[in-house]
C-alpha cells in the first residue's frame, strides 16, 4: 500500500538508483505530491518524467499519463517495469483481453502509472472508467501540443479540460521541454491551469554543440560531417520532403551508413518497424521528415542534422533536443541556404492557418533566420528567444569556436535594395545579382534591364558575395520572399537603409572548412565536452565498457527492450570506473536501483571479474 508519507529520495534511491534530484525535480515532487497542479518547462534529458513518475509511486491511487505516441508509452512503461514499477499503457495497439486486463487493474488501484492518448482518454466510455478508479494524478507529456501556436499542436490536446472540470481534486501537471511565452499561456488557458505553480527551468543544453553550414551540396556536405564527426553514431538527418527522405537514406547506404527512412508516407506498420529498429540497435542513422521523433527517449543519439530549415527555433530546439539526452557530447548541424526560407514561406503562405497564426509563424520563421545569420553566440541568440540570458559566449558552437568576420555593408545594401525596386520587385536574387554584375544575357534585355539605374553597379562584389547580401538581406527582414514566385520584396524595414539612416553589418561566409578532426575536438571547447572517450582513462577501460555495452545489448535483445532500458551509457562508465567486485559495492553505481540489481547485478559482475 502507498503511503504519502513515503520520501522521495528513498524512491529515487531505491528505484531508479540516483543519489540526488536534479534541478527543480525536488520541488516538483513535493508540490505534487502535497496536492498542487504544475506546469514544468524542463529541457530534453532534463528529468522530467522523474516529476511524476516519483509522485504516482507515492500519491494513493493511479497516476494516468497522457502521451501522444504509442511508441513513446511502451518506451516509458517497458523501462518503468524495469525498475520494478507497476506500469502499463492502454491503446490501440492491444487486444480486446489486454484492454480488459490492464483496466481492471487500474480500477482496482493496482498499477502506479497508466499510459493513455488523448483521443481515448477524452471518450465518455474511459472517462466513466476513471470515475471508478482511484487516482493520483494526471500527467499531460508534451503538453505544447495543446497550443495553436506550438509547432506541434495537436487538437486533441484541447479535449484535455475535461480533466479539471470532471476531476478537480485531483492534481495536474503539464509537462514539455520546449514552450515559449506566448505557448506558454496558451497552455495554461487550453488547460485551465491558471493556478497552477510554474516551474521554468533553464533551456540550455550544454552538451549539445550548434553548427550552421551555408548550403553548398548538401549531401557531400552532410557525408563529410558524418565521416569526420560520427561515423558509427546513432543519429537522426530530418528533410523537408518524403522523397528527399528516401533519396538520402538511400544514398547513405550506398556510402556505407546504416540507415532507415520515416516518414508519413510510409506504412504504419513500416514506420513502427523502423522506429523499434532505432531504439534498440546501435549506429543506426534515422533519415526522416519531421513526423518522427516527438518522444523518442533514446540516449546515445549523438548528433541531429538538418538537410533543410526548420519552420521556427522552437522545432529547431525540440528536433535537435533530440541529441545528448544522456548528457554527453553531441552535434546540431544544419545546412542552410535561402531557397530554404523561401520553401518554409511556401509552407506557411499555402497552409490553412488563420491570418494571425500566419503572421505569427513567419516572426518564428524570422526568428530562426536571424540565428542562422548570427555572427554572435549561436546558444545565446537560441536562450534569448525562450527569455533567458547567457552570461557569457558558450563555447561549443560554430560561431564560438570560429568567430565571424564581419564587413560594413551598407553600400552593398543600398544597391541590392535599390535593385529590387527598380526591377518592380518581381525577380530572385540570381537576377537581381545578374543585373548588379552588368551580365549581358537575353532575359534582361528581354526585360530592358540594361538601361536601369542599377545595371552594371555591383562590380566590386562577386556573385557568390552578392547572394549573400540577398539572403541575410531576407534574415534581417529588409526583403521578404514571395513565395509562390520566388521574387524579393521590399519591406518597412529597408526603409532607413535606403535613405541612408542606418548602417548594415554583414557576415562574411566562410570558405568551404578543410577536412579536419571532430568538432569540438579543440583546446577551446574541452570546458564543455563531455563524452565516452573523455570519461574512460586508456585502453584497459575502454575494452570493460565495450565488454559491459555487449553484455547489455545481449540483455537488451533477450527481452526485446531497446539496450538503454537495461543501463544507459553513464552507468555503465560509472560500472567501469568503479570497478565493483560484489553485489554491495554494485549498488552504488549510479542508475543501479533495487530491482536491476537483482535482475542484472550478477551478469556485469562476471563480465567485470573477467577484466580484473
Known sequence: MKSIME??????????????????????????????????????????????????????GVAIVVSPLIALMQDQVDALRQVGAKAAYINSSMSYDQTMHAESLMQRGELDLVY????????????????????????????????QWGHDFRPEYRQLTVLHERF??????????????????????????????RFISGFDRPNISYHVTLKDNARKQLLAFLEEQHRGDSGIVYCMSRKKVEQTAEWLRGH???????????????????QDRFLREEGLVMTATIAFGMGIDKPDVRFVAHLDLPKSLEAYYQETGRAGRDGLAATAWMTYGLADAVAVRGFIDRGEASATQKRIEHQKLNALLGYCETTTCRRRVLLSYFGETLAEPCGNCDTCLTPVETWDGTKAAQKALSCVYRTDQTFGASYLTDVLLGVDSERIGRFGHEHISTFGIGTELTRPQWLSVYRQLVAAGMLTVDSEHGSLILTEAAVPVLKGEAEVKFRKDPRPAKRRGKVNGGAGDTKRRVDVDTQ???????????????????????QGVP???????????????????????MAHVT?????????????????????A
Open 7 to 60: 520520501d522521495p529520495l528513498h524512491i529515487l534511491s531505491s528505484v531508479f538508483g540516483y543519489d540526488a534530484f536534479r534541478g527543480p525535480q525536488a520541488d516538483i515532487i513535493d508540490h505534487v505530491v502535497a496536492g498542487g497542479d504544475a506546469l514544468v518547462l524542463m529541457p530534453t534529458g532534463g528529468g522530467k518524467s522523474l516529476c511524476y513518475q516519483v509522485p504516482a509511486m507515492i500519491r494513493p
Open 116 to 147: 493513455v492518448a488523448p483521443e481515448r482518454l477524452c471518450t465518455e466510455r474511459f472517462l466513466s472508467l476513471l470515475d471508478r478508479t482511484p487516482l493520483a494524478l494526471f500527467a499531460i507529456d508534451e503538453a505544447h501540443c495543446v497550443s
Open 168 to 197: 478537480p481534486d485531483v492534481p495536474r501537471l503539464a509537462l514539455t521541454a520546449t514552450a515559449d511565452e506566448p505557448t506558454r499561456e496558451d497552455i495554461v488557458d487550453r488547460l485551465q491551469l491558471t493556478d497552477a505553480r
Open 256 to 274: 556505407g551508413y546504416h540507415t532507415l527512412p520515416y516518414h508519413a508516407g510510409l506504412d504504419s506498420a513500416t514506420r513502427q518497424r523502423h
Open 536 to 558: 574512460l582513462d586508456g585502453s584497459d577501460e575502454r575494452a570493460l565498457f565495450d565488454a559491459l555495452r555487449a553484455k547489455r545489448a545481449e540483455l537488451a535483445k533477450s
Open 563 to 585: 539496450p538503454y532500458v537495461v543501463f544507459d551509457n553513464r552507468t555503465l562508465i560509472d560500472m567501469t570506473k568503479r570497478r565493483p567486485a560484489r553485489l554491495i559495492d
Open 591 to 611: 542508475g543501479v536501483g533495487e530491482v536491476k540489481l537483482k535482475k542484472y547485478g550478477q551478469a556485469f559482475l562476471d563480465v567485470i571479474a573477467l577484466h
